[in-house]
């Protein structure tokens, strides 16, 4: 039971990147809402919508956790974002994500420290394939130049992906808080992006139904459930497997892109989907090709 408890979170863990997938698509269709004035949007509708669940089912008690466990779910999401944009403004778009997209590696690698998790090697060869493919599809296979930009951007970008993937393992040290929590972590990240907003940028409201549209796509899925989802698979899942698999978000994203016009089919995309896909299945070797008597035993020694 606690095998297949454990293949069941990773599963709902691995949604989260399916809905992260869309990010490009239905930020490509928002139009030209700055980026901390959408966050404030989506995270304010993903958030409200869980309270009203919470209201409707009467479990606003599991929002009552200690400051602590607040301020580690609010910074973890809301740091992650004020980094990331603060480092694609100040370093150059391709540098910053290539630096920011370290994240799945380091969830990988962090995860060695927590108990009762083993890293091998097979799950570093998966995630760093994975990361292959993930940089030949954001240079689209040509060089970068790292001196291009300044070091408030890349630093910015590393400390995106050190929030992110601290955020994720540590999660895991946090399982006996429920993933309904979650929900006043997203308010509160609305919150303060909404000051960023205010401080930051100029207003640019949605300028037709199909960007708002887009907008409450945003919301529902990539900036709403996925948080959701995520929560239970670090918490619960394979968090090694759910690094490796990180890797196909942009890969996914890209083909969307392409499916609806937004970009071309190259030689590098190809290779990318080849690398990402590989280093995945390595990662994930230990689920996808175990037998069922290997299964069974490791379900036992959990009973025992």
């Known amino acids: 039971m606690a095998e297949t408890g454990r293949l069941k979170a990773t599963g709902i863990g691995l949604s989260a990147v399916l809905m992260w997938a869309t990010l490009g698509l239905f930020g490509a269709g928002s139009g030209h809402v700055p980026p901390f004035l959408l966050n404030t949007l989506c995270f304010g509708f993903s958030g409200s919508v869980a309270l009203i669940w919470l209201l409707a089912t009467g479990r606003t008690r599991l929002l009552r956790q200690p400051l602590g466990v607040w301020a580690f779910g609010t910074f973890g999401l809301f740091g992650f974002h004020f980094f990331y944009f603060t480092a694609i403004r100040n370093a150059p778009p391709v540098?910053?994500?290539?630096?920011?997209?370290?994240?799945?590696?380091?969830?990988?690698?962090?995860?060695a420290l927590l108990p009762g998790e083993k890293l091998r090697l097979h799950h570093i060869l998966g995630t760093v394939l994975g990361l292959a493919g993930a940089v030949l599809l954001i240079t689209g296979g040509e060089g970068?130049?790292?001196?291009?930009?300044?070091?408030?951007?890349?630093?910015?970008?590393?400390?995106?992906?050190?929030?992110?993937?601290?955020?994720?393992?540590?999660?895991?040290?946090?399982?006996?808080?429920?993933?309904?929590?979650?929900?006043?972590?997203?308010?509160?990240?609305?919150?303060?992006?909404?000051?960023?907003?205010?401080?930051?940028?100029?207003?640019?409201?949605?300028?037709?139904?199909?960007?708002?549209?887009?907008?409450?796509?945003?919301?529902?899925?990539?900036?709403?459930?996925?948080?959701?989802?995520?929560?239970?698979?670090?918490?619960?899942g394979d968090i090694q497997v759910l690094g490796a698999a990180a890797y196909s978000a942009p890969l996914l994203s890209t083909l969307l892109l392409i499916a609806f016009g937004f970009g071309a089919l190259t030689l590098s995309v190809g290779l990318a989907c080849l690398a990402i896909?590989?280093?995945?299945?390595?990662?994930?070797?230990?689920m996808i090709f175990r037998s069922p008597a290997k299964k069974a035993a490791a379900a036992q020694t959990n009973k025992v």
């Not at 370290?102 to 969830?107: E, G, R, Y």
């Open 95 to 111: 540098e910053a994500n290539l630096i920011n997209y370290t994240w799945p590696l380091l969830i990988v690698l962090f995860s």
């Open 144 to 236: 970068v130049d790292f001196a291009g930009g300044s070091m408030l951007g890349y630093g910015a970008a590393v400390a995106s992906c050190l929030f992110w993937s601290s955020y994720s393992v540590l999660s895991r040290r946090l399982g006996a808080v429920p993933t309904e929590a979650v929900a006043g972590f997203c308010l509160m990240t609305a919150l303060l992006s909404g000051l960023c907003h205010l401080l930051l940028e100029e207003t640019v409201w949605p300028a037709a139904p199909l960007e708002w549209a887009s907008v409450l796509a945003l919301a529902a899925f990539p900036v709403g459930l996925a948080f959701f989802t995520w929560d239970i698979g670090v918490k619960r």
């Open 277 to 286: 896909t590989l280093g995945a299945v390595i990662a994930a070797k230990d």
